[in-house]
């Protein structure tokens, strides 16, 4: 009687100190994950501050204006000094994450530089930093697309600029039978630029992450198998069927990304 009561109590004491072992391991993962999380933060905001420093370094508007930016400023700029300050923002404006706040002080310095390039007639250099912006803009894109409003801003642009580079009728697309080549006009290649800008300046289909979100669930599957699906001598323990349709389940999920 008393060596079954023992064994109950040393039973449900080492049940409770149990869970507080597997709760410890789940806390430790959910911290090292924050730690990682803030660690990528802190580093983009800080490569982001350090690229944004040279590139205002070098900004012309800010070195004539003794400092500050000055977008109507008549003052000529030094050769080669407007791209490479455009270069150091559309970098610094790369290290995008949530809450960065020097990627938008340098998305709006390339917007100016922009602007005394349209307002100096230097097409050329405009082209080049409105199209800094996009691509800025476009490479931190996921399921959806930080700044949306000055990517808009900046297709508009883009597409008047290309638009008067090409005089009338120079700019030609396949139509149809009916009027194959047909020149187009300023205002036909507006609309055609904007179109092809705005089709190229989509968020990343949610379908994209379907081969990543496959090949975690095989590979969860056989580490689950490989460690707790067999004992000492490589013969199967229980059955494993949760893990055969998690497994069955990743290569349905790949099979239908390589399908869609």
Same mark, same amino acid.
């Given at each position: ?23 410890? *391991? ?23 501050? +350090? ?18 930016? !000055? ?68 490479? /931190? ?13 900046? !297709? ?22 009916? !009027?194959?080549?047909?020149?187009? /006009? ?39 198998? *490989?460690? +707790? ?32």
């Amino acid at each position: 009687m008393g060596s079954s009561l023992g064994s109950s109590r040393s039973l449900a004491a080492g049940s409770r100190l149990g869970r507080p072992k597997g709760e410890h *391991r789940v806390a430790l993962v959910a911290a090292l994950v924050v730690l990682s999380l803030a660690f990528l933060w802190t580093r983009a905001v800080l490569e982001s501050r +350090r690229e944004l420093h040279r590139a205002q370094q070098l900004d012309p508007l800010r070195s004539s204006s003794g400092g500050a930016p !000055n977008p109507s400023s008549s003052a000529p700029m030094s050769e080669g000094s407007p791209n490479d300050s455009a270069f150091g923002y559309k970098r610094a404006a790369s290290w995008y994450v949530p809450f960065n706040p020097y990627v938008p002080i340098a998305l709006e310095s390339l917007r100016r530089l922009a602007m005394v390039a349209e307002h100096r007639a230097e097409r050329a250099l405009a082209l080049e930093h409105w199209r800094a912006i996009r691509a800025a803009i476009l490479s /931190t894109r996921s399921v959806w697309i930080p700044h949306r409003d000055r990517l808009s801003q900046a !297709n508009e642009h883009i597409a008047s600029l290309l638009a008067e580079a090409y005089p009338p009728g120079t700019v030609s697309l396949h139509r149809g039978p009916e !009027n194959s080549n047909r020149p187009l /006009t300023r205002s036909e290649a507006l609309v055609h630029y904007q179109a092809q800008l705005d089709q190229h300046s989509q968020p990343i289909h949610p379908a994209s992450f379907l081969p990543w979100i496959g090949f975690s669930l095989i590979l969860g599957s056989a580490l689950h198998l *490989r460690r +707790r699906g067999y004992d000492e001598e490589n013969r199967p323990l229980g059955k494993r069927r949760g893990t055969w349709a998690t497994m069955a389940l990743g290569m349905c999920v790949a099979l239908a990304a390589y399908l869609i």
